[in-house]
């Protein structure tokens, strides 16, 4: 079992300590997992079981969690010759979606994936780790973290196409301090190529591109599955003339364009939800522009911030991070863009950034829109 030499080093941990690798079944895990048995680490492979049924029908759209991931990670543990468990994590997974569902009830956009890198893969899992006798935990991301003199610098991963950096703005440093991210150093393709090279079964599997508990990529399925009461209404435009109707503000997302179902012969956005009133205020493309929002439950990783900052703010998974101000009031934060930024979506988080180094962040509670004195959009 031979490859291409490649190594990870976590000066912080002792030699030969034992880590559990959070093992999805897919590729970037089961690297990971190689990695670190490279690297001389006592390694527990772990999956963590959601408890969603995925109909057959589904397993192909790049779902992860399933039957066949499971059993994917059981086997590239078996080849890698790790011990391995799978471990339930229904009940906490289901709060999750609890969560996932009640954002969307609100007229806000959830990010359950940044939740369960908080809650459960360097939360729950941390306890697991705890019960093992482990000292840290592995996950796949392509982040870089270093431990230095006992605070945690995490920065984007060095490839730029799947830095996985801004997920990870609402782990307590704590938490950090006892991950590793084997991956960080490394480029995609070249995962593949390691993959490819030791003989992993996963090495040519496709990426997971969905919340994993919603396998058919469609969040209304889900909401219709939970008996969610939605908000019928009407579709008005930022001066209230009504422009149609809809059948639930649960359905759209701020920022959205396609599936409207409004003719006015302009681009049109998502700008406002308000489910109370059963209102999806549309605008156009400058109405969507967001020139500040208020942020909360604010996290920091290995900074210690002043009152008042400037640095840039990446405030949804993908898209280019805009330079903001940053003023710390009460519990959280007021964020002033340098220039107004397209569809800021309460639910989301505001990752803070220092060129590629994460500050930490916090979750993005209203917005304010051009031409408002003062909007409270999703609060």
């Not at 229904?90 to 999750?96: H, K, M, R, T, Y």
């Not at 500040?292 to 009152?307: E, H, K, T």
Request: glycine share 10%; aromatic share 6%; proline share 5%.
């Amino acid at each position: 079992m031979s490859a291409p030499t490649t190594f990870f080093q976590a000066p912080h941990l002792p030699a030969g300590a034992r880590v559990v690798a959070a093992m999805s079944g897919g590729v970037d895990s089961s690297v990971a997992a190689w990695l670190l048995r490279e690297a001389g680490f006592e390694t527990v492979g772990l999956f963590m079981r959601n408890g969603v049924k995925v109909d057959a029908a589904e397993v192909h759209k790049k779902s992860c969690c399933s039957l066949s991931d499971a059993r994917d990670a059981r086997m590239v543990a078996a080849f890698l010759e790790l011990p391995f468990q799978a471990v339930d994590l229904a009940d906490e997974f289901g709060s999750l979606i609890d969560h996932f569902v009640e954002e969307y009830r609100r007229g806000r956009t959830p990010n359950p994936c940044a939740l369960c890198n908080r809650d459960l893969k360097m939360g729950r899992l941390l306890e697991l780790a705890d019960e093992l006798g482990a000292e840290a935990v592995a996950t796949g991301h392509y982040a870089r973290l270093a431990v230095e003199d006992g605070r945690v610098h995490l920065r984007r991963g060095r490839d730029a196409r799947k830095d996985q950096s801004y997920q990870l703005f609402s782990v307590p440093e704590p938490q950090l301090a006892r991950t590793l991210l084997p991956l960080g150093d490394l480029e995609k393709p070249r995962v593949r190529e390691l993959a490819a090279a030791v003989g992993l079964r996963t090495s040519h599997k496709a990426d997971s591109q969905e919340v994993c508990f919603v396998p058919s990529n469609d969040y209304r399925n889900l909401l219709a599955e939970r008996g969610v009461e939605l908000h019928p209404g009407s579709i008005v435009d930022t001066q209230g003339r009504v422009l149609g109707q809809h059948e639930g503000t649960e359905h759209y997302t701020i920022g959205q364009r396609r599936g409207l179902r409004v003719a006015t012969g302009r681009p049109l956005f998502v700008v406002e939800l308000l489910p109370d009133e059963g209102l999806v205020v549309v605008g156009d493309r400058e109405e969507c522009k967001a020139t500040g929002m208020r942020v909360d439950d604010l996290n920091w990783i290995g900074f210690d911030a002043p009152d008042r900052f400037e640095c840039l703010v990446q405030h949804r998974y993908h898209c280019t991070p805009s330079r903001v101000e940053v003023r710390l009031e009460g519990d959280g934060a007021t964020v002033r863009f340098e220039e107004p930024e397209l569809a800021v979506t309460p639910g989301q988080g505001a990752a803070f950034y220092d060129g590629d180094r994460l500050l930490g962040g916090g979750w993005i509670a209203s917005t304010q829109r051009q031409g408002q004195e003062a909007a409270a959009v999703g609060a």
